[in-house]
């Protein structure tokens, strides 16, 4: 039923945690499956050097949030969210139908944690 890429992933997520003071987070959730999912992002010169999550989900969210953390790190924040639910699912070689919708809970937290990031470096900008 699932690749070995996403038994991997499931057994042994990749970027677990939190980042305090972190510069970006982004949470999302889908009461309708239970899943919870939030990213946390360290930015430097426009670039992700450190990203972690923590998840409440079943073993496809846990494993697309993982390789999307891996897919991400050290990418611009351009190049970070233009990936895609397809490119994770890639990654992992596939997933059951029925669970490919899981890669849409790290990728859209992903997409959230830049904005945040966004926005509070423009407040910041704005207050010097």
Do not use: W
């Amino acid at each position: 039923m699932y690749t070995a890429q996403v038994i991997d992933h499931f057994t042994n997520p990749r970027n677990t945690g939190q980042i305090p003071d972190a510069d970006g987070v982004g949470t999302i959730g889908d009461p309708g499956c239970g899943d919870f999912v939030r990213i946390y992002l360290r930015v430097r010169a426009n670039r992700i050097r450190d990203i972690a999550f923590e998840i409440c989900g079943c073993p496809a969210s846990i494993a697309t949030t993982s390789v999307l953390t891996e897919m991400a790190s050290g990418k611009s924040l351009d190049e970070a969210v233009a990936i895609t639910e397809d490119d994770v699912v890639n990654a992992l070689a596939g997933l059951p139908e029925s669970k490919v919708h899981c890669s849409n809970l790290g990728t859209g937290a992903l997409r959230q944690a830049i904005v945040d990031y966004l926005q509070r470096y423009k407040k910041k900008r704005e207050v010097k």
